[in-house]
């Protein structure tokens, strides 16, 4: 099976920065990549699918890039509500999770 | 609107057999592309896939633990179940189901979670 591996574990950062989170994956998964975003107690949401396409209603200043082993989710601009644990996820075969990456507050 | 809930018991016992419920609305299981799976959560974990099954009836599951898995579904119901069996309080998580929506990013398909229930936590303890 396919492992996802995300770095880093986890960040601190503040308003406004810059932040980028990277996904390997074992294996070629071309672009079968999804990003997702969890807070404390609730569902994972939906940021990015097909590596870089953003879901309707997700802000744009969430991105994706990548292809084949390597991915990168941006967050061009940290935002208060965007503390949380983020979770890369392949399609390619069957499906597999990274270990989530937390963004906290610096 | 897609909704998706989950339900079973809360409580398990060591070696027992859980079995949850996945009932949902706003979709059919028997459209062609549409899947629901099955995904969990150790307290203060990451998430873990479990198992999927398709609108055409095929299934996967996790290699991992595909021996002690079933997934099935009721269409005319709208549920999808999982049992799991000879459970250990390793399996102690948060269980969530999620929809699995075929994207269509320029003639090519792609699957995502782009609904999940509120999911349900199974404590397994004697």
């Known amino acids: 099976d396919i492992q996802m591996i995300q770095s880093p574990s986890s960040l601190s950062a503040s308003v406004g920065d810059r932040v980028t989170i990277t996904c390997r994956a074992s294996q070629s998964v071309a672009g079968y990549l999804n990003w997702y975003q969890q807070k404390p107690g609730k569902a994972p949401k939906l940021l990015i699918y097909a590596a870089s396409s953003l879901q309707s209603g997700v802000p744009s200043r969430f991105s994706g890039s990548g292809s084949g082993t390597d991915f990168t989710l941006t967050i061009s601009s940290l935002q208060l509500e965007d503390f949380a644990t983020y979770y890369c996820?392949?399609?390619?075969?069957?499906?597999?999770f990274g270990q989530g990456t937390k963004v906290e507050i610096k | 609107q897609i909704t998706l809930k989950e339900s079973g018991p809360t409580l398990v016992k060591p070696t027992q057999t859980l079995t949850l419920t996945c009932s949902f609305s706003?979709?059919?299981?028997?459209?062609?592309?549409?899947?629901v799976d099955w995904i969990r959560q150790p307290p203060g974990k990451a998430l873990e896939w479990l198992a999927l099954?398709?609108?055409?009836?095929?299934?996967r599951y996790s290699p991992s633990l595909k021996s002690r898995l079933t997934i099935t579904k009721d269409t005319s119901k709208n549920q999808v179940v999982l049992t799991m069996t000879n459970m250990d309080p390793v399996d102690t998580a948060t269980y969530y189901c999620?929809?699995?929506?075929?994207?269509?990013?320029?003639?090519?398909?792609?699957?995502?979670?782009?609904?999940w229930g509120q999911g349900t936590m199974v404590t397994v303890s004697s």
């Open positions: 706003g979709f059919s299981l028997s459209s062609s592309g549409v899947a």
């Open positions: 996820q392949q399609s390619y075969r069957t499906r597999t």
């Open positions: 099954i398709y609108w055409d009836d095929n299934k």
């Open positions: 999620a929809h699995s929506y075929n994207f269509d990013n320029s003639g090519s398909f792609f699957d995502a979670f782009d609904t």
